[in-house]
């Protein structure tokens, strides 16, 4: 990071500056209406009774009525689906990470016939995104009994995280000096105690990045729990939003709340995860 | 990549372990060696094994299973015993709810290309330099990013429904004019979904490109400003060339996410309507999982598959082959 801040005071030191400036703050502008003012009003509109909403949309909500809100939050369903994304979206991660950081160790870090096979064979899994095997996926969940279930959701999302996380953290447990390899196996640490000990807590930036990328992977999902869940309490938040609006599609300012407070968590990780994201991207984008 | 460059290029002590135990005691297996061989597939299998598993029974299994599943009239429940050969195939192809499907997924798939590309690439160029609030105004642009798309896909229904805010807004600055049924009118509709897919998508290209902005050394702009380039010339012969790996990925990534859409479209419309924003991934799940046509369903799913596939191969070919570090192309060679 140190590095980018000098490039960045270098590049303000450049030419064109004064043109281009202008520019920038216009964009910015721009882009910061665009993508703030619907979020804004969907929270505004939300604390609006409907006849104010019909009248307008645009004000201010006049009075304040935290009703829908109030609804929300003091009823089952949005607990519910809010503690069923996070069990299922934190069993996701856990397993993806877990196994993935394993596999990439494997896959790093040892000598063997048929390696570079068997990255290929986890990598090739960026072709298949879930949406494309989600109906012979649902069919085997159906033999395995695990319809309706949460492992049914959770089992499958992990399995589809792998990919990411060994396209990440291989190049990343590679890149680490084999010396230190050596200095654990000649004080007597076996090669899974350096694993854990030692490769673990150094490949912890790449580790923060992939969960995230699995979290919000699942936290997102839609698709899966739509065609896994036929019980109202199992739904996760984002098929709960589609069905909370299929029920209440006449109360558009409930509707609306709801959607904004399922926004909310997402919106609150993000905040203070966005770095790691970011990161995340640009480590794709180096392989 | 070969098995000896691999090999070369392990770092660890398992590469100088084993030359050693290559050497002169290959020829005569001690006991010693024998041990520390079953312990390395001992460790191998406990680490490989389980994710390898889960990959197989949950990622390859089900597309396996897929094309079997693809052959048969199945509905989905009971026996799987009605075989008809290639019959779900050419059924889609004479379909012409599927063939329109398939158009509006490459129409969505080239506007995001000709449209969110060039708009991100020129964001990113304008916002890489420091300026008051930089940092705050990529956190606003990746937000939407990161929401999930369903929540996405409800919020603007509502916003986009008639006379709902959208609507208002346009009257309140003037251009009631252009109001329209933005989800009702079968002419707009696909390019409502549009908008709506590049409100959510937009920001990642951006913060992408910005990522592989910062990565250009400053040196390589400064010389170029030296020597008499102007801030377009450095623009387009300089950062341009540099920012092509990253290009690259993002067309890849967005021609993969557009030709699976499937969350917005059917949280907005349901591909309606009377299909007029249907995409392959929405009427896949109408015909296949809705109408129980689930041997119909999954042939759909294995030919977008392929379109993925043949892009890929393709991309592959003609694009990525010239990233040095392009692990992505691995995938596909």
Known sequence: MAALATADRARSRGHGRWTIIPATYLVSIVILGLTIVPLLYVFLDGAKSNGQLGENSIALPHPWVWANYGSILTTAPFWQFLGNSALIATVATVLAVGLGSMAAFALSRYAFRGRELYYTLFISGLLFPIVMAALPLFALLQDLGLTDNWLGVALPEAAFSLPITMLILRPFMRAIPGDLEDAALVDGAGRLRFFVQILIPLCKPALVTVSLLAFVTSWNQFLLPLLVFTTQSHFTLPVGVSVYQSTYSSNTALILAFTMMAAVPALAVFVFAERYLVAGAAGAVKG | ?333
């Not at chain 2, 030359?19 to 597939?41: E, H, M, Q, Y």
């Not at chain 2, 996410?257 to 995409?279: C, E, H």
């Not at chain 2, 892009?311 to 694009?319: D, E, I, P, S, W």
Request: proline share 5%.
């Open chain 2, 1 to 333: 990549m070969t098995r000896s460059t691999a090999d070369a290029g392990l770092t660890g002590p398992a590469a100088t372990a084993e030359a050693v135990a290559a050497g002169p005691r290959a020829a005569r297996p001690t006991s010693w060696s024998r041990r520390r061989r079953l312990r390395k597939t001992t460790e191998l299998s406990i680490l490989l094994g389980p994710g390898l598993v889960l990959f197989i029974l949950f990622v390859l299994g089900p597309i396996a299973v897929g094309i079997y599943y693809s052959l048969y009239n199945w509905d989905g429940y009971g026996p799987v015993s009605d075989f008809i050969g290639l019959k779900n195939y050419t059924y889609a192809f004479k379909s012409d709810d599927f063939v329109t499907a398939i158009l509006h997924t490459l129409l969505l798939t080239g506007l995001a290309l000709v449209i969110q590309g060039p708009l991100s690439l020129g964001i990113a160029l304008l916002l890489n330099r420091k300026f008051r609030g930089r940092s705050f105004m990529r956190l606003v642009i990746f937000a939407p990013y990161v929401l999930p798309p369903a929540v996405t896909a409800v919020m603007w229904s509502l916003l986009l429904q008639p006379d709902g805010f959208t609507d208002q807004v346009f009257r309140a600055v003037g251009l009631g004019g252009l109001v329209s049924l933005w989800l009702a009118n079968q002419h707009i509709v696909l390019y409502t979904n549009f908008v709506v897919l590049s409100w959510q998508y937009l920001g990642f290209g951006i913060v992408l490109l910005l990522a592989g902005l910062q990565g250009i050394p400053i040196e390589l702009k400064e010389a170029a400003a030296i020597d008499g380039a102007t801030a377009w010339q450095v623009t387009r012969r300089v950062v341009l060339p540099l920012l092509g790996p990253t290009i690259r990925i993002w067309v890849f990534i967005t021609v993969i996410g557009s030709l699976q859409v499937f969350d917005i479209i059917w949280l907005m419309t349901q591909g309606g309507p009377a299909g007029a924003s249907d995409s392959m991934a929405t009427y896949m799940y109408r015909t296949g999982f809705q109408n129980q046509a689930f041997g119909y369903g999954t042939a759909v799913s294995i030919i977008m598959f392929i379109f993925c596939l043949v892009f890929c191969l393709a991309y592959q070919r003609f694009a990525l082959r010239r990233d040095t570090a392009g692990a992505l192309t691995r995938a596909v060679v």
